[in-house]
């Protein structure tokens, strides 16, 4: 029945001519309308049972690219649409009937390749490259391109190849998805071409499969920014691609147990996973959060010091089983039940600075704990 109302209402709709704009907005209102209804039941996103905190960048201009985006996602405010589904869902039902199914998605070794999902404005193409995935995490890839061939100009990039660039505006969003936490950055896998990658990364707050779903991403305004957090635009125009999400789980299961420490707090790890993009903890302190509230709408200093304290492991290490050995900076994302008197469980998810066989990994190393790969 549902399906023939849509099909009914799509076919009425082909007689009016709407610009792009104009779908959007309907699809928009729309999603508004339902939201109004089910504010009352979904407005408490992630605040009933514990916090939720976004992995954090510790360079000026990533700071300033980062922050309105990194506290939302902190208070929950931007989190409707991830907790609920709801927008999204709706949203993505009536973009498909205006524009068209998403682009089909290829797996090629674990990793999806989607086909022809690209979208052109403002002299650049953006090209969807690979998805790759667990139960718990996934890593989107895109590539843009200056139409007119030439490379991107005025670039300067960080100590570890993060690009000065950052979106006016950024949404990245899979349909159904309930809890959502993340982090994005540009760049350069071949500085011989004149294209530049964007990544994006998020951890789901519980596990699911998203194999089948459909990812939707729409960005505007590509900026520059200096040392200093000033912004420049760099290219004036909006991209939106659509495809399904694709690809094979290569997770690993760790043995837990074993007695750790966090920011001079004793606890125990409680689960370990193990994929080619993500590791994933769950431990628990022997000490209750505490976390002191901020100011109104803002994440004060004691609050995030504490918050860094249960959260941030430091450095984590990968011993492979040629004798190498992969270093991992944690940057603190995660979230946290904060009801027990006595003590806080963590759930976190540390993404690794580069894609790995997780079957050639021997140990992994961190607070204080080394942990087998079998």
Do not use: C
Request: glycine fraction near 12%.
């Amino acid at each position: 029945m549902m399906n023939e109302l849509f099909d009914d209402y799509a076919k009425g709709m082909g007689k009016y001519s709407l610009s792009e704009d104009q779908k959007d907005q309907m699809a928009r209102r729309l999603a508004d309308a339902v939201l109004a209804r089910e504010r009352d039941s979904a407005s408490a996103v992630g605040t009933a049972s514990g916090v939720t905190r976004p992995a954090t960048r510790r360079h000026a201009w990533w700071r300033a690219a980062a922050a309105a985006a990194a506290l939302t996602a902190a208070l929950g405010l931007g989190g409707v649409a991830y907790a609920t589904g709801t927008l999204t869902d709706v949203q993505g039902i009536f973009d498909d009937i205006f524009a068209g199914a998403p682009a089909a998605t290829e797996v090629v070794n674990k990793v999806g390749h989607p086909l022809d999902a690209t979208s052109s404005g403002g002299g650049i193409t953006v090209t969807a490259d690979a998805v790759i995935g667990d139960r718990s995490n996934y890593v989107v890839v895109l590539s843009l391109a200056k139409d007119d061939g030439t490379p991107f100009e005025g670039l300067s990039a960080t100590k570890d190849g993060k690009l000065n660039l950052m979106f006016g505006t950024e949404d990245v969003m899979v349909d159904g998805v309930r809890g959502a936490y993340g982090s994005s950055y540009f760049y350069d896998r071949d500085p011989s071409d004149n294209s530049i990658q964007f990544v994006r990364q998020i951890s789901l707050v519980d596990s699911q499969s998203l194999v089948g779903k459909t990812m939707r991403v729409s960005l505007g305004d590509l900026r520059l920014l200096d040392d200093l957090g000033s912004v420049s635009t760099l290219a004036d125009g909006s991209w939106k691609l659509k495809f399904k999400m694709d690809y094979e789980d290569s997770s690993i299961d760790l043995p837990a147990g074993q007695g750790i420490e966090v920011g001079g707090i004793k606890g125990q790890l409680k689960s370990a996973s193990l994929s080619s993009i993500a590791l994933k903890l769950g431990y628990e302190l022997d000490e209750a959060a505490n976390v002191p509230e901020g100011p109104s709408g803002r994440m004060g200093d004691q609050m995030s010091a504490r918050m860094d304290q249960l959260l941030d492991l430091g450095t984590v290490t990968l011993n492979m089983r040629d004798g190498t050995t992969v270093e991992v900076s944690d940057d603190g994302g995660g979230s946290f039940d904060g009801n027990s008197a006595t003590s806080t469980t963590v759930e976190k998810s540390i993404f690794l600075p580069q894609a790995i066989d997780p079957t050639q990994v021997e140990s992994v190393s961190l607070a204080g704990a080394t942990i087998p790969v079998t």
